[in-house]
């Protein structure tokens, strides 16, 4: 089988996300929220998705992709024998009225760079999951695609008449596309793209300026933080894990699931990802999300819930035709009704800085202790309790020792605070349920590998239990430490440093591909222990999985190296991220060298 590479990069505002692909088309589109109906869905059904191409007059063509440095605006340079241009793509986002500005405006920008091109641009947006085509309708410079609750808008300098009829024409001035959903835009076209597009850059290549990092890697730790930074809804601060659903992690496993969604877990290493960097302003407008989260009868969190704190993420299956024909398409996630219980010390541990980062203010902090409190209740009530697990397994419940992990790392956490705030009642109530966490992860111990099993009563290896290593669980035991890692590295560890999940059997067969971020966290406890010249070969092998852009998936085919699952994959960026700052933090010991 021929090597698979995702073809697309992603340009987005905090507000939305949109996939370019190589060939200029917008694959994926959904306004107006990240979990909504796309307007381009081509990625997932090329007859039903529509489209949104500028292509030259041509079949015989070469692209190249690459985003201007240190921002999400991307460049994607068409050339053939007629000639040569440049397509800007851009999501506006820069300050405006001491707010960010970030509408749901997508401008195209087409220059030419060399020769005479011809160009034809298609724009075909669509509605219900693709089974209705938009109808165009002219305005004085712009087309109106009628049929959804919003107006949809193309407002252009180019003839509308060729866009609308398909029909090429020769690139003699540079022209803009501004996409509009809701507002439109009112102002001049060609001045308001050019300001937006300054501003958008300014923007971007100042936050990059503003973050705390290493020297190691760091052109991919910036990628990686730009990416992830516009994964954040920040309307409520919900994060999301990917802006797809259903790109398969392995062709026709039926492993294809709808990420368009705030996973409590996945958001916790977001922001151990951003805080690491020295950005907060990614936690507080979380903390402000996790606040509003409904919790059922008993006062439990779900382990995901959509970008607007909704609880309910009924699954569907469409008849789309799928990413590269892979069905099911899921809308939706059935995981919302999952037991899961290590979100509740990961909520903990993510509110941390909040207290033990003094650039905080006690005015910041001082409404969570009723939260801190009933989320160690919630430890203790689940403590003895079985749940599908942080790889949601949908038919297998067992005692895992990841969730034991976070049990007590929230109870650390959780005592941490409440030294800081002075409450007694708090530290001593954390400290009794991380005394009592300890015993559970000892529980999973299995003395003939010296090594800690996936579960209570397994002697499965789970990739997860690496974070017994990073996370401290092991204190400056490195011999328990190198202990557990050797015996994960025999059972689970693939070619270049990938690494498996797990091995066994689950609901769906035995897994096919390797998981990204799980070879980042073999590469952070390889830090922790000492095997540093491993950890830096080893990071440097798994750089090379990402696609033309430095954007990694989440699954990876040791075969092959193919990218598979939703892409990019906010886990693996995250895992990159941690992974890098571990090393250099290593690294920047002057006994290292």
């Given at each position: 089988m021929d090597k698979h590479?995702?073809?697309?990069?992603?340009?987005?505002?905090?507000?939305?996300?949109a996939h370019v692909e190589k060939d200029t088309n917008i694959s994926w589109l959904c306004f107006p929220r990240f979990d909504s109906d796309f307007v381009f869905g081509g990625m997932l059904d090329r007859k039903k998705g529509g489209k949104f191409t500028i292509l030259p007059g041509s079949d015989d063509f070469e692209t190249?992709?690459?985003?201007?440095e240190n921002t999400n605006v991307l460049e994607t340079t068409v050339s053939y024998d007629q000639g040569s241009y440049k397509v800007t793509d851009f999501a506006p986002r820069f300050k405006n009225y001491d707010r960010y500005y970030k509408p749901l405006m997508l401008i195209r920008k087409v220059e030419c760079t060399s020769g005479s091109p011809v160009v034809t641009i298609n724009c075909q947006p669509v509605a219900d999951r693709g089974e209705r085509q938009l109808t165009p309708t002219f305005g004085s410079n712009h087309i109106r695609y009628m049929g959804i609750d919003q107006e949809l808008r193309l407002t252009s300098n180019a003839p509308l008449s060729y866009i609308q009829s398909g029909k090429p024409f020769a690139l003699h001035k540079t022209i803009y596309l501004v996409l509009t959903y809701g507002r439109p835009l009112e102002a001049p076209i060609e001045t308001t793209s050019e300001r937006f597009l300054n501003e958008t850059t300014?923007?971007?290549?100042?936050?990059?300026?503003?973050?705390?990092?290493?020297?190691?890697?760091?052109?991919?730790?910036?990628?990686?933080?730009?990416i992830l930074k516009i994964h954040q809804y920040e309307d409520t601060g919900a994060i999301i894990a990917a802006s797809t659903t259903s790109l398969p992690e392995s062709p026709g496993s039926t492993r294809n699931w709808d990420y368009r969604f705030c996973w409590i877990r996945d958001t916790y290493y977001t922001l151990t990802a951003f805080s690491g960097i020295g950005h907060f302003e990614e936690l507080e407008?979380?903390?402000?999300?996790?606040?509003?989260?409904?919790?059922?009868?008993?006062?439990?969190?779900?382990?995901?819930?959509?970008?607007?704190?909704?609880?309910?993420?009924?699954?569907?299956?469409?008849?789309?035709?799928?990413?590269?024909?892979n069905k099911p398409v899921r809308f939706g996630n059935q995981a919302y009704t999952h037991i899961q219980n290590d979100l509740y010390g990961q909520v903990l541990v993510s509110l941390l800085p909040l207290y033990s980062d003094q650039r905080f203010t006690e005015s910041e902090r001082?409404?969570?202790?009723?939260?801190?409190?009933?989320?160690?209740?919630?430890?203790?009530?689940?403590?003895?309790?079985?749940?599908?697990?942080?790889?949601?397994?949908?038919?297998?419940?067992?005692?895992?020792?990841?969730?034991?992990?976070?049990?007590?790392?929230?109870?650390?956490?959780?005592?941490?605070?409440g030294i800081r705030m002075k409450n007694d009642t708090m530290y001593q109530k954390a400290i009794e349920l991380r005394d009592e966490a300890?015993?559970?992860?000892?529980?999973?111990?299995?003395?003939?590998?010296?090594?800690?099993?996936?579960?209570?009563?397994?002697?499965?290896?789970?990739?997860?239990?690496?974070?017994?290593?990073?996370?401290?669980?092991?204190?400056?035991?490195?011999e328990r430490a190198n202990d557990h890692l050797k015996a994960l590295e025999e059972d689970l560890l693939a070619k270049d440093f990938l690494f498996y999940r797990y091995k066994h059997e689950d609901d769906f067969g035995v897994p096919e591909t390797t998981f990204l971020i799980c070879a980042f966290w073999y590469i952070e406890a390889l830090a922790c222990v000492g095997r540093i010249e491993e950890a830096v070969e080893g990071f440097g092998t798994l750089t090379k999985y990402c696609n033309h852009l430095q954007l990694f998936s989440e699954d990876v085919d040791q075969k092959t190296g193919s990218q598979w699952g939703n892409f990019p994959q906010a886990y693996s960026h995250v895992g990159l991220m941690n992974a890098a700052i571990r090393i250099g933090k290593k690294l920047d010991r002057p006994n290292f060298l």
């Amino acid at each position: 089988m021929d090597k698979h590479i995702y073809g697309s990069g992603l340009i987005g505002n905090c507000a939305y996300i949109a996939h370019v692909e190589k060939d200029t088309n917008i694959s994926w589109l959904c306004f107006p929220r990240f979990d909504s109906d796309f307007v381009f869905g081509g990625m997932l059904d090329r007859k039903k998705g529509g489209k949104f191409t500028i292509l030259p007059g041509s079949d015989d063509f070469e692209t190249a992709q690459a985003y201007v440095e240190n921002t999400n605006v991307l460049e994607t340079t068409v050339s053939y024998d007629q000639g040569s241009y440049k397509v800007t793509d851009f999501a506006p986002r820069f300050k405006n009225y001491d707010r960010y500005y970030k509408p749901l405006m997508l401008i195209r920008k087409v220059e030419c760079t060399s020769g005479s091109p011809v160009v034809t641009i298609n724009c075909q947006p669509v509605a219900d999951r693709g089974e209705r085509q938009l109808t165009p309708t002219f305005g004085s410079n712009h087309i109106r695609y009628m049929g959804i609750d919003q107006e949809l808008r193309l407002t252009s300098n180019a003839p509308l008449s060729y866009i609308q009829s398909g029909k090429p024409f020769a690139l003699h001035k540079t022209i803009y596309l501004v996409l509009t959903y809701g507002r439109p835009l009112e102002a001049p076209i060609e001045t308001t793209s050019e300001r937006f597009l300054n501003e958008t850059t300014s923007y971007w290549q100042a936050w990059v300026k503003s973050t705390h990092i290493f020297n190691f890697h760091q052109k991919l730790v910036l990628r990686s933080a730009l990416i992830l930074k516009i994964h954040q809804y920040e309307d409520t601060g919900a994060i999301i894990a990917a802006s797809t659903t259903s790109l398969p992690e392995s062709p026709g496993s039926t492993r294809n699931w709808d990420y368009r969604f705030c996973w409590i877990r996945d958001t916790y290493y977001t922001l151990t990802a951003f805080s690491g960097i020295g950005h907060f302003e990614e936690l507080e407008k979380y903390f402000e999300f996790i606040q509003n989260l409904p919790c059922d009868h008993k006062g439990r969190y779900q382990p995901l819930y959509s970008i607007t704190a909704d609880s309910l993420l009924t699954e569907e299956i469409s008849d789309l035709d799928g990413y590269l024909g892979n069905k099911p398409v899921r809308f939706g996630n059935q995981a919302y009704t999952h037991i899961q219980n290590d979100l509740y010390g990961q909520v903990l541990v993510s509110l941390l800085p909040l207290y033990s980062d003094q650039r905080f203010t006690e005015s910041e902090r001082s409404s969570s202790q009723p939260m801190i409190m009933n989320l160690l209740d919630k430890i203790e009530e689940t403590m003895h309790e079985k749940d599908a697990g942080l790889w949601e397994f949908r038919n297998l419940a067992q005692e895992h020792c990841y969730t034991f992990l976070f049990h007590w790392a929230g109870a650390c956490a959780a005592a941490k605070i409440g030294i800081r705030m002075k409450n007694d009642t708090m530290y001593q109530k954390a400290i009794e349920l991380r005394d009592e966490a300890t015993k559970k992860i000892e529980a999973c111990y299995l003395p003939e590998r010296k090594a800690y099993a996936q579960a209570v009563g397994t002697k499965y290896m789970d990739a997860s239990t690496l974070q017994l290593i990073t996370m401290g669980y092991f204190g400056d035991d490195l011999e328990r430490a190198n202990d557990h890692l050797k015996a994960l590295e025999e059972d689970l560890l693939a070619k270049d440093f990938l690494f498996y999940r797990y091995k066994h059997e689950d609901d769906f067969g035995v897994p096919e591909t390797t998981f990204l971020i799980c070879a980042f966290w073999y590469i952070e406890a390889l830090a922790c222990v000492g095997r540093i010249e491993e950890a830096v070969e080893g990071f440097g092998t798994l750089t090379k999985y990402c696609n033309h852009l430095q954007l990694f998936s989440e699954d990876v085919d040791q075969k092959t190296g193919s990218q598979w699952g939703n892409f990019p994959q906010a886990y693996s960026h995250v895992g990159l991220m941690n992974a890098a700052i571990r090393i250099g933090k290593k690294l920047d010991r002057p006994n290292f060298l």
